[in-house]
């Protein structure tokens, strides 16, 4: 089953990908660098080092990760009350080169989403499991992640009459949209799943569509509790790469908040 598409125009799709670029650390740094070297003075210089240590340390990725989500931990699925359905968020697929010019599609980091609405299904959770359809620009042809997700989890002894999937979405706010004008109720209750770190804006954007939402988030990166060690004080691509992705999803609750 399929609703109308529900994705913004390419161009703005674009510009949600591009313009956060300039206030993550990455980008930060090399203003600073660049207005160090064309200013030829030091300290900007010297600020754009701190910064690029600072958000390279697990000192400052790893707390602020368990921040963004909330400090929460995995929810034993049989805890948790029934729903109308149960939704699980795009954005756990990946697609790499293979033989022959051909593309192979791959699990991301986050594929504790689609495993996670498999697990409230078989705990009988919900009659109804709906993927979004997640979709980019840069592969027109693509199709979209709510489709590969339906044909995998059938694979998995789901009954093609328990799927549904929405059309094209770019975005949370565009996967929310979808999926309350697929359900068609006034009031649905919804299970929700999607990585802990985006759960906070994802349920706030649904329950601006009149949904109520029952969070169930997956996909941790950290723990309750950060131990301090020495280590916390030395720089690697992993933690930076983690307060990349927390510092945009801080960057994404302020935007739709405005």
Not at 11 to 27: C, D, S
Not at 157 to 166: E, K, L, Q, V
Request: proline content about 9%; glycine content about 6%.
């Amino acid at each position: 089953m399929f609703v109308s598409d529900a994705y913004h125009l390419p161009a703005m799709i674009y510009l949600h990908k591009i313009l956060p670029i300039f206030v993550l650390p990455t980008g930060l740094v090399l203003a600073l660098l660049l207005f160090g070297l064309i200013s030829r003075r030091r300290s900007p210089i010297w600020a754009a080092l701190f910064l690029f240590w600072l958000c390279s340390t697990p000192l400052l990725s790893g707390r602020l990760m368990a921040a963004v989500e909330n400090y929460g931990h995995r929810l034993d699925p049989a805890t948790l009350p029934k729903a109308n359905a149960i939704v699980v968020l795009s954005g756990m697929l990946k697609t790499t080169p293979g033989p022959n010019n051909t593309m192979i599609t791959e699990w991301s980091e986050a594929s504790d989403r689609f495993w996670g609405g498999l697990a409230l299904y078989r705990a009988g959770k919900a009659p109804r499991l709906i993927f979004t359809g997640g979709w980019v620009p840069w592969q027109p042809h693509a199709p979209s992640e709510g489709e590969q997700l339906r044909a995998i989890a059938q694979a998995q002894g789901i009954p093609p009459s328990a799927i549904t999937i929405t059309g094209k979405v770019s975005n949370t706010a565009a996967e929310a949209e979808a999926v309350h004008t697929l359900l068609k109720l006034p009031n649905p209750t919804l299970l929700l799943v999607t990585s802990a770190y985006h759960m906070p804006r994802a349920q706030r954007l649904f329950q601006q569509t009149g949904c109520a939402v029952i969070p169930y988030p997956v996909d941790f990166y950290t723990g309750s509790s950060q131990p301090f060690t020495i280590l916390s004080f030395f720089p690697s691509a992993h933690a930076f790469q983690q307060t990349e992705m927390a510092w945009r999803e801080l960057i994404g609750r302020i935007y739709y908040r405005v």
